[in-house]
Structures are given as C-alpha cells and as structure tokens.
C-alpha cells in the first residue's frame, strides 16, 4: 500500500473546517489541489481509512449527516494549536497549487527536517511506545539513542523531539522541579537517521505540560543550570516596533516608555538563542538587566570586535 503522508489528512480537515461537503465536491477539490497525482482519484475507500487514521492522530471525527462529510466537533479541533499550523501551512500551499500565477509570487520558507520521521513520532507519541534511532551530533561521534516521545516543537525552521532517556539519571540540581520527569533531552528530526518505533511501551506522565515545560524557555533550549530570571532590555529605533508587532518571548512586557525607545521586561530562563536573539536587534537593543547578563554581553561584543577588526587590519 502506498505510503500516505500527512499533508493528505490536514488536507481533508482543512476542507471540512471551511465546511460541510459531499463526496462529489471533495473529489473535484482533490483533483484541484496540490496533492492530486493524474490518474489516481481519490476513492471513497481511501477517504474512509483517511477518517480513521485522523481520528487516532488528532481525536477528530468526522461523520456523514446527509449526504455530506462534517467534523463531528469543530470547536475542540479549532481549539488544537498543532493542527491550526498544519492547517495554515496546508492552505497556503494548496492555493499557490491551484493558482499557477501566484506560485512564483509567494516565497515560503522551507522546513527541511520532519518529513522523512514526523508521522512516525506522532504515531509513537499516540500509543506512547518508545523509539531508537542513530543522532548525528555537530562536531562529535553519531549517537544511538533509545527515546520516550513526550512532544515535538517547530523552532527556525527545524521539528524537534522532546523525549525521556529511560535509565538514564537527570542529576538536574538547578533545575528540580523538572528533573522529577526523569531525564529529558531534545533532538533535531533532521539528524536523525534509521528512526523506527519499538514494541516497548512507557507511561507518560499525566502531570507534565509541554506548554507549561517550555514556557520559560527561549526557543528549544533546555535551560538545565541556566537560573530563571527577569530580563530588561531597552529596545529604540524600528527594532521597537518589529518587538512590539512580534514579541521575542510570550513573557514580554513594556515596563517603561521614552522618546523613541521602550523597555522591555522577560521571564525566563536566558539561554545562548535568547543572547542571540537579542544580538541580532543589533545596537538598537541593549540588555539593563540584570548585571550578569549585560557584562556577559559585553563580552560576547567585545569578541565579535577583535575579530572585524583584526580582519580590517589583516
């Protein structure tokens, strides 16, 4: 049987989100989208284990009243962030496949990991059995890594897996309140390679919220000895409006407010992607508080000016 990706069940959410459609309508916008290969029509067996399966990965029925295919709860399947992503995504791509005019005028930015193991891990996360595969690290030997699946995060254009090392001991003195979960640790989908899903089980923990467990972090950086703080920074010129229209950080507060410039408040654990996020604002962004942080990024500026101008020199 022919392998079946994703984007096929997202795609027949999105449409039934929009609304209620007969099998008729369904086919024809089938064969109008992005998905359609010339001479395999969708078929009504296929849309019958296309139902099941979005049911086991989402929770999402979808019946027939009538004539017509209808999800049975929009509201909770509204209120699924993860699939409203997928869905977005989904929409777009399926528009430019309809529209040969507007393929070249909408430039998308490319996620290269998730697809080769994505569906594998959503399958191992539904049934919470455990996963092994080979991790290529930067810069040092490739890993074998045996992995309980807790959640997977989309950060700058990577899918990461947040998972338990089962045996393996936190030893995780700064961070306790979630070293109780054991020891986790998080990889990129793109360096993984022979990924497959064992016949082991493992019990996921009613109490962890992967919301709740990244909500102090900055991006996927697991803040493991990195003490939770509140962070000031003062942000001028248009970097101010790019922060305001588009927070670093859903912490993010304005705590003070002057001639061209605001201050902004953080809380969280500040990691190297933060100092870098902060870096990348340029001179228009300055760290106040507190002292530990804005002597480290005086340091980290200094480094970066020896190095453009010895090259000036050189």
Known sequence: MAKVGIENYVWLIERLMRRPMTWAELSDSYERSMLYEVGKPLQQRTLYNWRQKI??????????EGDKYTIADKVEAEQNHALKWLIQSMAVNDMLAE???????????????????????LQAMKENRKVEFDYHRFGAADTHIVAEPFCVKVNNRRWYLLCRIPGAEAHHADYAEYDRFGCLR?????????????????????????EEFFSEHFGVCIAYGVPLETVK???????????????LHHSQRRVEEGDGYAIYEYRLHPTIDFFRAILSLGAEAEILEPERLRDLMAEETDIM??????????
């Open 186 to 210: 998080i990889y990129a989908l793109d360096r993984m390679s022979s990924l497959r899903v064992l016949d082991q089980g493992f019990e996921y923990p009613e109490d962890f919220d992967p």
């Open 305 to 314: 000016a020896e190095i453009y101008n010895g090259e000036e020199e050189g």
């Open 55 to 64: 049911f086991d990965l989402f929770n999402i029925r979808i019946e027939i």
């Open 233 to 247: 920074v003062l942000i001028d010129g248009a970097q101010r409006e790019y922060v305001e229209t588009l927070p």
């Open 99 to 121: 529209s040969r005019m507007l393929r070249k005028r909408v430039l998308l930015e490319d996620i290269p990991s998730g697809e080769e193991w994505l569906m594998l891990i």
